[in-house]
């Protein structure tokens, strides 16, 4: 297992070699840079503008631009932002990244905790009322857009109702303790809905198709017709190998789940990283759009390989050694 890991560690050095130069092609085939489209002050001449670009390596060509920002993440930095003068990317990821795990976190609690028992339920009881209705939400949370879905809450739970806030994470700066954890949480439950969405209705068709397949395999006959109880056979036997595919969404699901919440926290006006990304989107600030970018592919690299372990501990017959 220990060799399997670091094999796969060792195989994402090419991954993100070549990842960075995708990322940092496709930012500089962006058109224009930091200083267009803005509004130039006329009493500054344009010498002091192309001062800034050369400042920034901006006059520099192509590939010594690539080599200068690789060198710099080598060296565990980002580089600084353009934007917000004199901070550098780290600190700006650093105090905005953990608002997003958060809400990533609560978006894949209220996933599983709404998908798994009702796709079980739903194989176990195939066309019944809960099996229609859990197949016209899935549907439904597949084709509706998050952003969509997230003004039609805001709506209905915070104008209309007044039960959550709209945006933000807290309150007030000055609540601690059990009170700022509980604030917190209040915050999260409609853009966490909103994100986990679609999460939600794939998990539950995945989880009603396995258990549907596994109940109807030879070795659970076997089981039931050696006398098994029903809750022996489908805790014991059939979630274990149900789950194995659900594995692979929760692995897959950690870089869709930071990238995702790009939209929805922009929505929300969530300070998170999705909010960071956008803005700096907005005003050409690369050096920010690169490094989520480069982090957002690593979450998804991360992701496949905590899939490929896990898969080891609930299924037996797979061995990495």
Known sequence: MYQYIIRRILQFIPMLLALSIIVFGLAKAA?????????LDPEVGMEVYEKQR??????????????RWAGKIVQGSFGESITYKGRSVESLIKERFLNTVYLGLFALF??????????IYSARHPYSLLDYGSTTFGFFGLAVPNFFFGLVVIYLFSIKLGWFPAQGTLSSNKLTGFAEFQDRI??????????????TASYMRYMR?????VLGSDFIRTAKAKGMSNNNVLYKHTLRNALIPVITLLGMEL???????????????FPGIGT?????VINRDYPVVMAITLLLGVAILVGNLLADIFYSVVDPRIRYD
């Open 186 to 199: 209040h915050h999260m439950i409609l853009p966490g809905l909103t994100l986990g969405l679609a999460s």
């Open 110 to 119: 209220i996933t599983l905790l709404v998908a798994i028992p009702i796709g």
């Open 276 to 280: 960071l990304f956008i803005g700096s």
């Open 209 to 213: 198709s396995e258990v549907m397949d």
């Open 255 to 269: 870089g869709p789940l930071l990238g995702g919440a790009i939209i929805t926290e922009q929505v929300f006006n």
């Open 54 to 67: 050369a400042e920034l390596g901006l006059d520099k060509p192509i590939p010594v631009q690539y080599l």
């Open 31 to 39: 058109p224009g840079d930091p200083f267009s489209g803005k509004i």
